[in-house]
Antibody, heavy 125, light 112 residues
Framework: EVQLVESGGGVVQPGGSLRLSCAAS????????MSWVRQAPGKGLEWVAN????????YYVDSVRGRFTISRDNAKNSLYLEMHSLRAEDTAVYYC??????????????????WGKGTTVTVFS | QSVLTQPPSMSGAPGQRVTISCTGS?????????VHWYQHIPGTAPKLLIY???NRPSGVPERFSASKSGTSASLAITGLQAEDEADYYC????????????FGGGTKLTVL
């Protein structure tokens, strides 16, 4: 069964750090781009970051660039999101997702075909 | 505020057809950017419904279909079922933004 399971969420004070993990199983993990997507309370989905198959390309939404780092360990079938300088607006459920590459003339618009159930990050003083 | 506008809520009775719109502009859908659609039941993993404007992944019922025209895209659900009650999101690419991959604001669909 194709599966993604996130862990590592919790409550942290503003300015703090957390490391999210995502364990992948049931597919050839090293063949896929992977993403983190979040949903703040009462809000819609927001793409956060993604990484290519070997970890050499990484992309971030502006609001987290310089504070968050996406990484992967293909030997462990795992994806990570290192989060620093956390802010109240980072409070959200964070989902790990498998990307399918979709390339257009305008640019890359990967779609996410497998998702985890999410892990909750609360930044609260 | 997303550049892709969806109605915040919609409703329909079992068996009915509903259409959820995703309205963009000349810098995203109107520029030819493709659209993907997702279903999200709160508390569960989001699910891919449609990719590349019209393509349905295996396992997604034929009741779900989508189209794109001009600056808008639409997701249609026929034969509405109770299990379709969920939030629906479109996703596209806006070349005018520094963060070009965007989701619509989402539509909460209630099955009456």
């Amino acid at each position: 069964e194709v599966q993604l399971v996130e862990s590592g969420g919790g409550v942290v004070q503003p300015g703090g750090s957390l490391r999210l993990s995502c364990a992948a199983s049931g597919f050839r993990y090293h063949k896929y781009w992977m993403s983190w997507v979040r949903q703040a309370p009462g809000k819609g989905l927001e793409w956060v970051a993604n990484v290519n198959e070997d970890g050499s390309e990484k992309y971030y939404v502006d609001s987290v660039r310089g504070r968050f780092t996406i990484s992967r360990d293909n030997a462990k079938n795992s994806l990570y999101l290192e989060m620093h300088s956390l802010r109240a607006e980072d409070t959200a459920v964070y989902y790990c997702a498998r990307d399918q590459v979709w390339t257009m003339v305008q640019g890359r618009l990967n779609y996410m075909d497998v998702w985890g159930k999410g892990t909750t990050v609360t930044v609260f003083s | 505020q997303s550049v892709l506008t969806q109605p915040p809520s919609m409703s329909g009775a079992p068996g009915q057809r509903v259409t959820i719109s995703c309205t963009g502009s000349s810098s995203n859908i109107g520029a030819g950017s493709d659209v993907h659609w997702y279903q999200h039941i709160p508390g569960t993993a989001p699910k891919l419904l449609i990719y590349g404007n019209v393509n349905r992944p295996s396992g997604v019922p034929e009741r779900f279909s989508a189209s794109k025209s001009g600056t808008s895209a639409s997701l249609a659900i026929t034969g509405l079922q109770a299990e379709d009650e969920a939030d629906y999101y479109c996703q596209s690419y806006d070349s005018s933004l520094s963060d070009p991959v965007v989701f619509g604001g989402g539509t909460k669909l209630t099955v009456l």
